[in-house]
């Protein structure tokens, strides 16, 4: 994939090293044609440009945010539960499903602590209910370590224009998600369609505690 070769270029010369980027290797081995053909049309649903998402990804994007963004179509198109993050999947239908836009609220949606005001925008939704009894209990770091990766300055749903964290002066930061986001839907539809078995699968579930 040449966009992948221009981002191993890119991270070769910024680090000063000789060799393939191991997250852009890992990467790379999620494309083939029938990805690409999967990935070019959920673009087009999203509207967004795959000429400058490719560009993006070879000119711009860090090399854990390509490796997470291709990790994340591979899924969708798959339907492999296993490549899906629990945590991020949550966040996503929480914000959406639940109400749950803040800082607090997703943290008390995700892991079940902190302040439980929130409770009112995340209790009695089916989805958010369903992917949280299989994941149980989250711990506060997990849940922040893997929303600043799928939300944060680099993380991988912006370019997929999914969400990202918002954070404005003496507020306390929000999730900004796209409510009309095809990919969103794609999770939603797999949460929805599966069994607690097959949740089971998913990234973070309580079988790998």
Not at 48 to 77: P, Q, Y
Not at 102 to 119: C, E, I, M, P, Q
Not at 133 to 161: A, D, H, M, P, W
Request: glycine content about 8%.
């Amino acid at each position: 994939m040449i966009a992948i070769n221009r981002a191993n270029d890119r991270w070769s010369k910024k680090e000063g090293r000789a060799g393939e980027c191991e997250d852009l290797k890992t990467a790379r081995k999620y494309w083939d044609d029938k990805l690409c053909v999967f990935a070019a049309g959920m673009l087009k649903r999203a509207k967004i440009s795959d000429i400058e998402f490719l560009s993006t990804i070879a000119d711009n994007m860090g090399v854990k945010a390509v490796k997470r963004v291709s990790e994340f179509l591979a899924c969708l198109h798959a339907k492999d539960y296993t490549m899906l993050d629990g945590v991020t999947a949550l966040s996503l239908l929480s914000a959406i499903h639940a109400g749950a836009v803040s800082r607090s609220a997703l943290v008390y949606a995700t892991t079940g602590k902190g302040d439980d005001s929130t409770s009112d925008v995340v209790r009695d939704v089916s989805l958010v209910n369903k992917l949280r009894r299989v994941i149980g209990g989250v711990g506060i770091t997990t849940e922040g370590t893997q929303n600043s990766r799928s939300f944060g300055s680099n993380g991988f749903c912006k370019y997929l224009g999914m969400g990202k964290m918002v954070r404005v002066k003496g507020k306390e930061a929000t999730l900004e998600v796209n409510e009309k986001s095809p990919f969103i839907a794609a999770i939603a539809k797999m949460v929805e369609t599966a069994s607690d078995d097959t949740l089971s699968l998913v990234k973070g579930a309580k079988k790998d505690k």
